[in-house]
């Protein structure tokens, strides 16, 4: 007898390899980083480890710096979101309506955007030039 799949499963199927490769990619080093924290490390002397537990979870909710630095970040991160959802959807707003002078400033929005591909291939196609970029003789 053979296997006919349903559709659900068909799916399944076709859908793990990609969910076992992200969870490896994804989910090692994330448990290695837990299992690191666990432990004390030294510097000058990596090969001397001592398991120290919960212990620097501890240390580093305790300390003040740590939650100053969560903030900021917190504060960075709002900020940012904000603005670029604010600076992007007004962008939308004026490319959207009819006004003399729209192609030009629909062209001054997008170069920003459709600059850096053009510079990336420059730069690469000066890196491999036989001229200027770099020489495979000394």
Do not use: C, H
Not at 67 to 78: E, G, H, L, R
């Amino acid at each position: 007898m053979r296997f006919s799949p349903t559709r659900t499963q068909l799916g399944y199927i076709l859908i793990a390899p990609a969910v076992i490769l992200l969870v490896a990619i994804i989910g090692f080093p994330i448990a290695r980083t837990i299992q690191l924290s666990l432990w004390e490390y030294k510097l000058s002397q990596m090969w001397k480890t001592k398991f120290v537990g919960l212990a620097n979870y501890v240390e580093l909710f305790s300390d003040a710096r740590f939650w100053n630095a969560a903030m900021n970040t917190v504060v960075y991160i709002v900020g940012t979101t904000v603005g670029i959802f604010v600076l992007g959807l007004a962008m939308a707003l004026i490319m959207n309506r009819q006004f003399p002078g729209r192609g030009v400033v629909r062209s001054l929005i997008l170069i920003p955007w459709a600059m850096p591909p053009i510079i990336v291939a420059r730069t690469w196609s000066w890196i491999f030039d036989g001229l200027y970029g770099s020489r495979t003789t000394p």
